[in-house]
């Protein structure tokens, strides 16, 4: 049996959620303890419950502990991994985008197709939104070979929640290709996606959109923007994400949920910060993809060579994780991260 800390390195819930994932892949039992323990909150909450739960859906597995606040699990997963259309409701805000995530590499190994329906939150604030996984994450994952989409059905914002994404997952039939991504290159376009729900006399999206025009083009880019009006979601809300696609192959992104007392103009401004700080690093991957494609290299045959904006906590525990698990040996040295696959 796997025994893995939980409050190591980060103490988030990736780790929770990343040691299911690659236990369901290995088919060995996990004991997981301390589970969030540097958290306010310790224990497992909603989203990190359904995860596991999830994963033990999946393959046909037994849990014990799998209640909220639990800070102990033990997980047996089970002998295969089943395709099929599966629903999940996280019944809270929690994000459904940090869900969907644990379940593509199960799903990748499947005996055949997988759909997910996924209610809970795609916007908030400490995880990546629904916008940075479909136009930065899955695309990458695309050109590792990965047969993945994803559809945002109905947005979903703190408090409420509510939102649905789907997404569907084909299973592989050769290992994952290794991604090389050593030079940035330049900056070719910058897209953007300002989204805004119940708020269009406000005009929440044009102003994101505007604001970001205005701090980008003194940087010498002009982006293109998708403005986007919606009156699905159970309450108002707002989402922006920018991301650069550069001659190096890269795609950087940037992302922010709106929140009570933030104007649209200071979300502009986080945005536009965030992504051009990474564009500065030479960085070939953003902050959140960097952490995002450990688990997929570690998984791919060959070694995978990238640069990080910074070697984050969420790097660092993914590093971990992926050799604990699977013995995946990797080195990151000024910032260039290079993850020896296993070609599972």
Known sequence: M?????????GSGTVLRYAAALATLKRQPLHIYDIRAKRDKPGLRP????????CAELSSGRLEGDQVNSKEIF???GG???GGEFVWDIGTAGSSTMLAFTLIAPALYAESGCSFSINGGLFQDLAPSAFHMQEVLLPMLRRMGAVVEMEIVRPGYVPKGQGCLRMSVQPLKIPLKPVILLKQG?????????L?????KEKVSERMAGRCNEILKKQGYVPRFEIQHDASAVQRGAALILWAITSGGCILGADQAGKRGRSSESIAEAVCTFLLEDLSTKATTDRHLADQLILFAALAEGTSEYRVPRATDHVQTN???VNEIFGVESRLHNKRLAIDGIGL
């Open 80 to 82: 295969k991994i089943r």
């Open 2 to 10: 796997l025994h893995i800390d939980g409050s190591k390195h980060s």
């Open 75 to 77: 997980y047996w997963p």
């Open 186 to 194: 330049k900056v070719l376009e910058i897209r953007g996606i300002s």
């Open 196 to 200: 805004s729900s119940h708020l269009s």
């Open 319 to 321: 590093l971990w994780l």
């Open 47 to 54: 989203q990190h419950l359904m995860a596991v739960r999830a």
